[in-house]
């Protein structure tokens, strides 16, 4: 079983960055594909950014070129650095990590004012 517990978000005007930090508890961290998703209320949660055991790394086409995933596995963290921030990257990000069975973390809010 893996805990995640994401942590970093918070208020930033347009154009601001942030990093996230998901945090995992638990053994064989590495051996696991972790994403960032993100949802607003009344929509379905979405991708936002995967990276695999071999660091393998996939971008929504909205994150493409301001957002990038990284992990350290010695620390069992993965990150996400978004920059360039924009309203609409208003939600609530979750990180998921997945090897067999899919767990998430209780997500952080981010929220980019205008």
């Known amino acids: 079983q893996v805990q995640l517990v994401e942590s970093g978000g918070g208020l930033v005007q347009t154009g601001g960055s942030l990093r996230l930090s998901c945090a995992a508890s638990?053994?064989?961290?590495?051996?696991?594909?972790v994403g960032w998703f993100r949802q607003v209320p009344g929509k379905e949660r979405e991708l936002v950014a995967t990276?695999?055991?071999?660091?393998?790394?996939i971008y929504a086409d909205s994150a493409k070129g301001r957002f990038t995933i990284s992990r350290d596995n010695a620390k069992n963290t993965v990150f996400l650095q978004m920059n360039s921030l924009k309203p609409e990257d208003t939600a609530v990000y979750y990180c998921?990590?997945?090897?067999?069975?899919?767990?998430w973390g209780q997500g952080t809010q981010v929220t980019v004012s205008s």
């Open positions: 990276i695999n055991p071999n660091n393998r790394k």
């Open positions: 638990g053994r064989s961290f590495s051996s696991y594909g």
């Open positions: 998921s990590a997945r090897y067999n069975d899919r767990y």
